[in-house]
Nanobody
Framework: QVQFVESGGGLVQPGGSLNLSCAASGSVFSMYGSWYRQAPGKQRELVATITSGGNTNYVDSVKGRFFVSRDNAKNTVYLQMNSLKSEDTAVYYC?????????WGQGIQVTVSA
């Protein structure tokens, strides 16, 4: 079974930065890689995607602040988060695909607080 290792989360003050990493045991991000987040009491939302061709997309609330990238040799997707706001507080999940199956990371907590 495909396994994920997420890292880089934690507690940061408003205006700070964090780098999230999601390393997979298989090539699940080469076709399509995504980051989602879910805040307390809110639905899970798509934050950023990167396609096989390297195109990226972001939800409006993070444009200009968050940047998604990928290293296919390491089977890893990254999410660089800058100028963090309290509204960014959530559990962040990476998502990949291999053949007919989709795979989710276990989630990593990001807390933005003074």
């Amino acid at each position: 079974q495909v396994q994920f290792v997420e890292s880089g989360g934690g507690l940061v003050q408003p205006g700070g930065s964090l780098n999230l990493s999601c390393a997979a045991s298989g090539s699940v991000f080469s076709m399509y890689g995504s980051w989602y987040r879910q805040a307390p009491g809110k639905q899970r939302e798509l934050v950023a995607t990167i396609t096989s061709g390297g195109n990226t997309n972001y939800v409006d609330s993070v444009k200009g602040r968050f940047f998604v990238s990928r290293d296919n040799a390491k089977n890893t997707v990254y999410l660089q988060m800058n100028s963090l706001k309290s509204e960014d507080t959530a559990v962040y999940y990476c998502k990949g695909r291999l053949r007919l199956s989709v795979y989710w990371g276990q989630g990593i907590q990001v807390t933005v607080s003074a």
